[in-house]
């Protein structure tokens, strides 16, 4: 022990994975950490892996697809006992590399349940669907969607949801816009919303990190909500609830996503394989401040 400190001695980690088996050591790769959605699951799957003697490593991907596989052969490289893919873009590739890598993986939404991959889906479509019927409930008759990333499942999935079901309702008029997912991109897909000749009664955000520019934008500009515009996210992101006015959203309940996604990756094999499972997610629907009747 002596020379360990005189010679400042640290163990090399991969070196001992090879040696003794399973490595201690996890991955988790995020779109965005930093949308407090993905550095909440990141923060339980870390919590839940520290209890149990394991390590966590981190990557970002921005979004980008080539990122996102780039990632993973670093993680594959790295030897990880676990990979934990929290992302909304997708690599075809990706999947081929996990499957022959013999990895425990778990998806957030965007991958297939095979082999050792298991994934974590969220039934995006009934909460969107909530917060359509809720705003008819209140009069809104123009209503206006902000996302970003629009091309990727997931964040597709919430705009095609919000369309087809403001369709069902006659008389309603619609638009949608996009920028970064940031609250600086929010803020500025709302003035492009409001400088053009669309005044909408409601405005639907992808997610409430986007929701916080909306805020800023309308209040900026004089109109007070929900006297005037009414806003919705999606997430119920922890700064949702001490914004103000407080945000009407959709909960995610990224702590329980932590605790799968951890889990998912800790199961036992089965014939040297981890089994895979697919788990879904409804979101809640949480009324606050920031909805009210369609102003005339």
Not at 1 to 25: C, E, F, I
Not at 100 to 129: A, K
Not at 202 to 230: H, K, T
Not at 262 to 288: C, H, Q, T, W, Y
Request: charged share 25%.
């Amino acid at each position: 022990m002596k020379a360990v400190a005189d010679l400042k001695y640290y163990p090399n980690l991969n070196a001992r994975s090879l040696a003794g088996g399973r490595s201690r050591t996890l991955g988790i790769i995020a779109s965005n950490l930093e949308n407090p959605f993905f550095f909440d699951v990141f923060r339980v799957l870390e919590a839940d892996a520290h209890a149990q003697g394991y390590e966590v490593v981190a990557a970002n991907t921005d979004y980008r697809p080539e990122q996102l596989l780039r990632s993973v052969k670093t993680m594959i490289g790295r030897r990880v006992g676990g990979l934990a893919v929290i992302v909304s873009e997708m690599e075809p590739d990706l999947v081929r590399e996990l499957e022959q890598s013999g990895i425990p993986t778990v998806f957030y939404d965007v991958g297939p349940v095979r082999g050792q991959i298991s994934n974590i889906r969220v039934n995006y479509r009934r909460g969107m669907e909530r917060i359509v019927e809720y705003l008819h409930g209140l009069g809104h008759s123009r209503l206006a969607f902000i996302g970003h990333h629009s091309t990727l499942g997931p964040l597709s999935e919430r705009e095609k949801a919000f369309l087809e079901t403001v369709a069902r309702y006659p008389g309603k008029e619609t638009r949608t816009i996009a920028d970064v997912d940031r609250p600086e991109g929010g803020r500025r897909a709302c003035a492009e919303l409001l400088d053009s000749a669309f005044r909408p009664t409601a405005i639907l955000c992808v997610n409430d990190f986007m929701a916080l520019g909306v805020l800023r934008e309308l209040r900026e500009r004089g109109l007070r909500v929900p006297q005037d515009v009414s806003v919705t996210g999606f997430d119920n992101i922890g700064l949702s609830e001490y914004c103000w006015p407080a945000l009407t959203t959709a909960h995610i309940p990224r702590d329980r996503i932590g605790h799968l996604a951890f889990e998912s990756l800790m199961r036992e094999p089965v014939n040297g394989k981890s089994p895979a499972r697919e788990i879904v997610v409804d979101p809640e629907f949480l009324v606050r401040d920031s909805t009210g009747p369609a102003s005339s």
